[in-house]
């Protein structure tokens, strides 16, 4: 059974600073790892999706890795702004296998 | 261009009750699910359908749905329980399995 585990699952930084959220899963078979942002009382917005066969996706300020080896991807997030703060979910789909498996998420707060 | 609809936003019914969470979607998405979102657990899957016309559940019990349309995905809870007091969270896939979600229903069983 695939498990998704994010630590920490809250973080402080201040405003201006670069950040990396991890994400671990434990079947390396995964068809892609998403990641998403929730703000409070609010859906999921999808940010980035990185497929099997890339290793890393960028849009703006935020960039994605996944090395399936060791079971990981990261989220940096460069320059951090106060518009940033959400919590940061991840989840993977299984090759042959339709449903994701999420995160538990990371709680991000940047301090201005 | 909607999206993912859902509808109520909120709602509060009692122990036994029956309701109906609406999950409607106008960018001709075949893959719909619903998750459940809890404090400390995550989103969890509890129903998907693949296209419309079928349908899988992940999690036994207290729900059903139909997919008559490939627009329209309702999850029924047919006697609400205190243990589903919970934030619903519908969704649609694209065929690179990117997730589309809706703004989610705030349900309270008493």
């Known amino acids: 059974k695939q498990e998704v585990t994010q630590i920490p699952a809250a973080l402080s930084v201040p405003e201006g600073e670069n950040l990396v959220l991890n994400c671990s899963f434990t079947?390396?078979?995964?068809?892609?790892l998403q990641w998403f942002r929730q703000d409070p009382g609010k859906g999921l917005t999808s940010l980035l999706l990185?497929?099997?066969?890339?290793r890393e996706q960028t849009s703006g300020r935020l960039n994605a890795s996944l090395d399936k080896s060791s079971g990981r991807s990261t989220l940096y997030i460069a320059a951090s702004q106060p518009g940033d703060s959400a919590t940061y979910l991840c989840?993977?789909?299984?090759?042959?296998?339709?449903?994701?498996?999420f995160g538990t998420g990371t709680r991000l707060t940047i301090i201005p | 261009n909607a999206g993912v609809t859902q509808t109520p936003k909120f709602h509060i019914l009692k122990t036994g009750q029956s309701m109906t969470l609406q999950c409607a979607q106008d960018?001709?998405?075949?893959?719909m699910s619903w998750y459940r979102q809890d404090p400390g657990m995550g989103l969890r899957l509890i129903y998907y359908s693949a296209a419309a016309g079928t349908t899988d559940k992940e999690v036994p019990n207290g729900y059903n749905v139909s997919r008559l349309n490939t627009e329209d995905f309702p999850l029924r809870l047919v006697s609400a329980a205190p243990s589903q007091t919970s934030v619903y969270l519908c969704?649609?896939?694209?065929?690179?399995?990117?997730?589309?979600f809706g703004e989610g229903s705030r349900l309270t069983v008493l």
């Open positions: 969704a649609t896939n694209i065929d690179t399995g990117e997730l589309f």
């Open positions: 990185i497929q099997s066969s890339q």
């Open positions: 079947d390396s078979a995964i068809y892609n």
């Open positions: 989840a993977v789909i299984l090759f042959g296998n339709e449903k994701l498996t």
């Open positions: 960018m001709n998405h075949g893959y």
